[in-house]
């Protein structure tokens, strides 16, 4: 256990679905991030929050939607997805100043 | 922009033996943190290894070491004693100096999946 909760562990939605991603983290950390991981890719960055103020959008399209209501909770809202948007998505904490990012687990999404 | 290459995309080691797993990344930054990070069939990802990069000093974390060539932009992981639980996809990330938000941007490579056999 790394102190960061992802929900749900599994998410299978169709093009035209509204659903949403959860995830929370209770170590204090002040900075917030959400990566795309596809097969034999690298881990891209999509958003970054710094406390509840969105400091990166890595040129991600409008059907993900980021929303970070306190420095602990991170939502991706998602809507008229692609099957091209099946991935990995994962949630990462990290304190400001030194130290590593913190994973959770991950959402596995299937869009069909 | 930083980038961030693993030219290995699997590895195979026998139990027990070692294994070395390569990283290089490129930047024009003097001031980084760079990872290894372990990522198991459960998905979550561990870190495995940090290495300031102000620090000759190569980091060691018990059967965990690298091998930091600042000069080379090489960082490389080598594990020890291999054991069957070190089966997973390795990822070698970059975290650049912070932005002016505080916040930092960590870019990571491809991974390298190790198999451990018995």
Not at chain 2, 29 to 40: A, H, I, M, R, T
Request: charged share 20%; with cysteine; proline share 5%.
């Amino acid at each position: 256990e790394t102190g960061v909760t992802q929900t749900p562990r599994h998410l299978v939605m169709g093009m035209t679905n509204k659903k949403s991603l959860k995830c929370e983290q209770h170590l204090g950390h002040n900075a917030m991030y959400w990566y795309k991981q596809s097969a034999k890719k690298p881990l891209e960055l999509m958003f970054v929050y710094n406390f509840k103020e969105q400091t990166e959008n890595n040129s991600v399209p409008s059907r993900f939607s980021p929303e970070c209501p306190n420095s602990s909770h991170l939502f991706l809202h998602l809507h008229t997805l692609q099957p091209e948007d099946s991935a990995l998505y994962l949630c990462a904490s990290s304190p400001l100043g030194t130290g590593e990012a913190f994973f959770g687990q991950g959402t596995r999404l299937t869009v069909v | 922009a930083q980038t961030v290459t693993q030219s290995q995309p699997e590895m195979s080691v026998q139990e027990a033996e070692t294994v070395t797993l390569s990283c290089t990344y490129d930047t024009s930054e003097s001031d980084y943190y760079l990872f290894w990070y372990k990522q198991p069939p459960s998905r979550q990802m561990i870190l495995v290894i940090r290495q300031e990069a102000y620090k000759q000093q190569n980091a060691t974390e018990n059967r965990f070491s690298v091998n930091f060539q600042k000069a080379a932009k090489s960082f490389s992981l080598k594990i020890s004693d291999s054991q069957l639980g070190d089966a997973a996809m390795y990822f070698c990330a970059y975290r650049s100096a912070p932005y002016a938000s505080g916040t930092y941007k960590y870019i990571f490579g491809t991974g390298t999946r190790l198999k451990v056999l018995a």
